[in-house]
């Protein structure tokens, strides 16, 4: 099992590709595992001539999970990911990072720029209160505990699915038995909802990162879904207009997830970053 001491930790991770390749650090959102970046996603990444790497944040899948009471911000988590480069003995990588995986992504590029290629923040935000707006419906997501899975799971994955229609890209749905196949091999990865909560407290804890980004100055691009609910497209705009040169993508009939039909989409985004990073060298 690969597992790297970073930041205090263990951290769990996989590589895709050849090492010596340019590296793309892959960073998760909200209670999500290293899966939501699915092998037919890195292998797009390899395909064209990089080093993916994916990883379980701290407190979700195979990291490690911390105790009730302990708290910790996104700069906490921004030098996980920063420890997970050095024990990979890898100096500069291009960050891509979904949701509070952009907002992390964000944290390294503003924190650590020497340790930063290019950014692509996807469906992400800057903490500040016009950015974060979610529908009613999108931030009961957040805030409505599943049932517990072990004394009705039929309940658990009911639930599971109707977040992910709610909060899903509606030109891009995924059928029921995708959604399914995902929840339960997730829960039988791991499940740590204790850990889902301590992360959304470290978004909140951190708040309103606008300052921060104004200081990125590596090549970013910022891809939106216009259709997200969750965190609005207004989130995208603002992060875009905070950071110098970053370039706006926005995505008809995507919402807040990445389904297959869209994995050329994303990883053209990453590329065009990496491409403006390679000219700039």
């Not at 407190?59 to 490690?64: A, I, R």
């Not at 259709?227 to 950071?243: E, M």
């Amino acid at each position: 099992m690969p597992k790297a001491a970073a930041n205090g930790i263990e951290i769990y991770y996989e590589t895709f590709g050849d090492p010596a390749n340019p590296p793309i650090l892959l960073i998760n959102g909200l209670g999500s595992q290293m899966t939501r970046w699915p092998e037919a996603f890195c292998e797009k990444l390899t395909a064209n001539g990089y080093f993916a790497i994916r990883f379980d944040n701290r407190d979700v899948g195979l990291s490690t999970w911390f105790k009730p009471g302990d708290t910790y911000r996104l700069e906490d988590m921004a030098a996980d990911a920063v420890g997970l480069l050095d024990a990979l003995k890898i100096e500069k990588a291009h960050l891509a990072g979904v949701s509070m995986g952009g907002m992390i992504a964000q944290t390294v590029a503003a924190k650590h720029p020497d340790r930063v290629l290019s950014l692509t923040s996807i469906m992400s935000a800057m903490g500040d209160p016009e950015g974060m707006r979610s529908t009613p419906e999108a931030g009961a997501v957040l805030n409505t505990p599943a049932p517990d899975p072990t004394k009705d799971f039929e309940a658990f994955v009911a639930h599971g699915m109707r977040n992910a229609r709610t909060i899903g890209s509606p030109a891009y749905p995924w059928t029921d038995e995708q959604i399914r196949q995902r929840i339960t091999s997730e829960y039988q990865r791991a499940y740590n909802p204790a850990g889902v909560a301590r992360q959304l407290a470290a978004i909140r804890a951190t708040g309103d990162r606008t300052e921060w980004c104004r200081t990125i100055a590596c090549p970013t691009v910022v891809l939106h879904g216009e259709a997200d609910p969750l965190v609005p497209l207004a989130g995208g705009q603002r992060t875009a207009a905070a950071i110098p040169g970053a370039e706006l993508r926005v995505i008809a009939g995507m919402g807040h997830d990445l389904p297959p039909a869209l994995y050329e989409t994303v990883a053209d985004a990453i590329f065009a970053a990496a491409a403006r990073a390679k000219a700039t060298a």
